[in-house]
């Protein structure tokens, strides 16, 4: 009767492989997305952008390149238009989207956060997308500050983000 060989080189060579993957895909925002300087200017509106610490999101790129900005809707805004904003950046060149979560105050992944819109919490730019951690609090957060809807990143639209600033938030 034959033994099997046990396969020792290919899992190994299989773990070390998801290990550094699983580090890579958990690697704090803050290594891939640093925060701000304390001069750092949001680029869509020319604010100082570490006044706002409640409000920070950013936006990192593959060549180490970060724009910081005073609120998730400035972030999207320059998102929807790269070529204004950002010329000789693709979308394809992105490599972490981060904001600030409303009670904690930590930096979160900007995909997987639940944003709010139409409460009586207003960003340094007036009405904002307030991005929180999990639905349970997005939800909590609609009902003690009369929100009026609760998105998920793929739900935030560019008309949506534009409508923000007129006091609108049906789109």
Same mark, same amino acid.
Do not use: N
């Given at each position: 009767? %034959? ?5 020792? =080189? *290919? ?10 993957? @699983? ?17 750092? @200017? ?7 952008? /570490?006044?706002? *610490? ?10 180490? &390149? $970060?724009?910081?900005?005073?609120? %998730? ?7 929807? #238009?790269?070529?204004?904003? %950002?010329?000789? &950046? #693709? ?6 989207? /981060?904001? $600030? #979560?409303?009670?904690?105050? $930590?930096?979160?992944?900007? $995909? ?14 007036? &009405?904002?997308?307030?991005? @929180? ?5 997005? #939800?909590?957060?609609?009902?003690? &500050? ?12 560019? =008309? @949506?983000?534009? =409508? ?8």
């Amino acid at each position: 009767m %034959a033994v099997a060989k046990p396969l020792l =080189g *290919p899992v190994v060579g299989f773990i070390l492989l998801l290990a550094a993957w @699983l580090a890579q895909a958990a690697a704090p925002l803050d290594r891939l997305a640093p925060p701000p300087g304390p001069r750092d @200017l949001c680029p869509v509106c020319g604010m100082v952008v /570490a006044k706002y *610490p409640a409000w920070i999101a950013s936006v990192a790129w593959k060549d180490g &390149h $970060t724009h910081h900005f005073d609120g %998730a809707k400035d972030m999207f805004k320059f998102l929807f #238009e790269l070529k204004k904003y %950002a010329p000789g &950046h #693709e979308a394809a060149d992105l490599r972490a989207l /981060a904001v $600030t #979560e409303y009670y904690g105050l $930590t930096r979160i992944d900007a $995909t997987r956060a639940f944003y709010v819109i139409g409460s009586d919490v207003l960003g340094p730019m007036g &009405h904002e997308l307030v991005p @929180l951690a999990s639905r349970a609090d997005a #939800e909590e957060f609609l009902k003690d &500050h009369r929100g009026r809807r609760i998105l998920t990143y793929p739900q935030v639209t560019r =008309g @949506l983000v534009m =409508g923000l600033d007129a006091g609108r938030f049906d789109r």
